[in-house]
């Protein structure tokens, strides 16, 4: 049996909000991609798909904690995408305090067991091997 899908129509409505400030700051299109892609928007100029972009909304500032968690499989999915795409990897993280960006340069991440703190556990697979991402390489949109 499959892991239940925990994406809400408030997280996907979220997204979409970031997604259009994207858009216009950034004079593209973001199309959103099947789930089995592991991103979530391919972003496009006249249909050509030029990257492609994960869109995260948290409910903390930025600076609450010195780096930004991930999922290891999601960031490992999307390495292997852009490397055989040759289209480059962007994260967007909308905190309480701004739209930040960390574009994939192959680097090195700091490898944890990490995941939803145990009081806000849905299931066992929330935690799971996470990178931790210095946001010292995040840049304000």
């Given amino acids: 049996m499959g892991r239940k899908f925990y994406e809400t129509q408030e ?8 997604a259009d400030m994207l858009e216009s700051k950034w ?7 099947s789930y089995k892609l592991m991103v979530d928007f391919a972003v496009c100029r ?12 948290r409910k903390i ?5 010195p780096q930004y968690m991930i999922s290891m499989h999601k960031i490992n999915f999307a390495r292997q995408q852009a ?4 289209l480059p990897f962007t994260l967007v993280v909308e ?33 799971e091997p996470c990178y931790y991402i210095d946001l010292l390489e995040f840049k304000r949109l």
Avoid: H, P
């Avoid at 004079?27 to 959103?32: D, R, Y």
């Avoid at 249909?47 to 909304?57: G, N, V």
């Avoid at 500032?61 to 904690?65: I, P």
């Avoid at 490397?83 to 040759?86: A, S």
């Fill in 61 to 65: 500032s930025f600076g609450f904690k």
């Fill in 11 to 18: 997280n996907l409505d979220n997204e979409r909000r970031v």
């Fill in 46 to 57: 006249n249909d050509e798909i030029k990257a492609w972009i994960e869109i995260k909304c």
């Fill in 95 to 127: 905190f309480r305090d701004g739209v930040y960006y960390w574009v994939d340069k192959g680097q090195q991440l700091c490898l944890k067991w990490g995941g939803v703190s145990k009081k806000y556990m849905r299931d066992d697979q929330d935690r």
């Fill in 83 to 86: 490397k055989q795409t040759g």
């Fill in 27 to 33: 004079n593209c299109k973001l199309k959103k991609v």
